[in-house]
Nanobody, 124 residues
């Protein structure tokens, strides 16, 4: 059984930072494509960041230079450091695992496992 348990969401003023974590069980994050999606009210779920290794990552254009994805293999945990947050970053953030795909196709339909989500709210 695979579980992805997100934490670290919250409310922050624009320009602030948050660090999201995703503790994984039943899966070895070192071997699989892992990443984050987000969904704002009334909008489709969109890919934010994906990672297999430090040489195989991708980011949505809207977060490049502000967000950094990383893996803590010892703790089997995925992280997303979010800096310079903007109100448009407000959304539910979901941890995701794709066992067979790639960061080049980081879309909801390709995902094998989802976390329950953690809310990020950025106020002006």
């Amino acid at each position: 059984q695979v579980y992805l348990d997100e934490s670290g969401g919250g409310s922050v003023q624009a320009g602030g930072s948050l660090n999201l974590s995703c503790a994984a069980s039943g899966i070895d994050i070192n071997r699989d494509y892992m990443g984050w999606f987000r969904q704002a009210p009334g909008k489709e779920r969109e890919g934010v960041a994906c990672m297999l290794s430090y040489t195989d990552t991708s980011y949505a254009d809207s977060v490049k230079g502000r967000f950094t994805i990383s893996k803590d293999n010892a703790r089997n945990t995925l992280n997303l450091q979010m800096n310079s947050l903007k109100p448009e970053d407000t959304a539910m953030y979901y941890c995701a695992a794709d066992l067979w795909g790639s960061c080049g196709r980081w879309v909801p339909s390709a995902i094998d496992y989802w976390g329950q989500g953690t809310q990020v709210t950025v106020f002006a």
